[in-house]
């Protein structure tokens, strides 16, 4: 069974584009979150999505948005991008959710370079 | 905002020795915990997960829970090269819906 497949795998953009990047769960996952990790530092909580619903934001600006799609793909979008953006993305995917029990399953990862 | 504090290391330890990790938490509420490991230039990966107080082996791998003192430590026997990686914590929220990771502590085995 295919992993969680994250595209693209590089981006570079520059400053003020927008970036959209995309995520397909394990079969079977309905759940899909969206991590960034700054070099060097934890992944963060960006948003997690159930259903097709938002279940969870974490402390992000507008700039960035997501949707999941019916067949439990995603999109994470950012805007106006800064320097700061500079990160590398991860799309996770669980089996359930709200039960504390979580197993996050991760991609490889959208690395994002902003110049 | 919870908080899940590691050592960055790098932690430096001979081949065939116990690598110790720590991580604290700050919310008494917890009630599971998580440890990824991720090596460089990848993604994170579900090493082990740990519920209760005590300890929780499998295979070179233990996790160990007090809540009562608000930590979490891995223990690696038998280091091996190959285990040199960032161990990261991880803490989900009471909701269920996100993770708060610590910022991982490096580990260096050298052969």
């Known amino acids: 069974d295919a992993g969680v497949t994250q595209s693209p795998t590089h981006l570079i953009k520059t400053r003020g584009q927008h970036v959209t990047l995309r995520c397909s769960p394990i079969?079977?996952?309905?759940?899909v979150s969206w991590y960034q990790q700054v070099l060097g530092q934890g992944p963060q909580f960006i948003f997690q999505?159930?259903?097709?619903?938002?279940?969870g934001r974490g402390n992000f600006p507008d700039r960035f948005s997501a949707r999941q799609f019916p067949n439990y793909s995603s999109e994470l979008n950012v805007n106006a991008l800064l320097l700061g953006d500079s990160a590398l993305y991860l799309c996770?995917?669980?089996?359930?959710?709200?039960?504390?029990?979580?197993?996050?399953?991760f991609g490889s990862g959208t690395q994002l370079s902003v110049l | 905002q919870k908080e899940v504090e590691q050592n960055s290391g790098p932690l430096s330890v001979p081949e065939g020795a116990i690598a110790s990790l720590n991580c604290t938490y700050s919310?008494?509420?917890?009630?599971?915990f998580f440890w990824y490991r991720q090596y460089s230039g990848k993604s994170p990966e579900l090493i082990m997960s740990?519920?209760?107080?005590g300890d929780k082996e499998d295979g070179r791998f233990t996790a160990q829970l007090n809540k009562a003192s608000q930590y979490v430590s891995l223990l690696i026997r038998d280091s091996q090269p190959s285990d040199s990686a960032t161990y990261l914590c991880?803490?989900?929220?009471?909701?269920?819906?996100?993770?708060?990771f610590g910022g991982g502590t490096r580990l260096m085995v050298k052969p």
């Open positions: 996770a995917s669980s089996l359930v959710i709200g039960t504390g029990d979580e197993k996050l399953f």
């Open positions: 079969s079977g996952h309905k759940s």
């Open positions: 991880a803490v989900p929220n009471n909701a269920g819906n996100m993770l708060t």
């Open positions: 999505y159930y259903e097709k619903e938002e279940r």
């Open positions: 919310d008494r509420g917890s009630q599971s």
């Open positions: 740990i519920y209760s107080n």
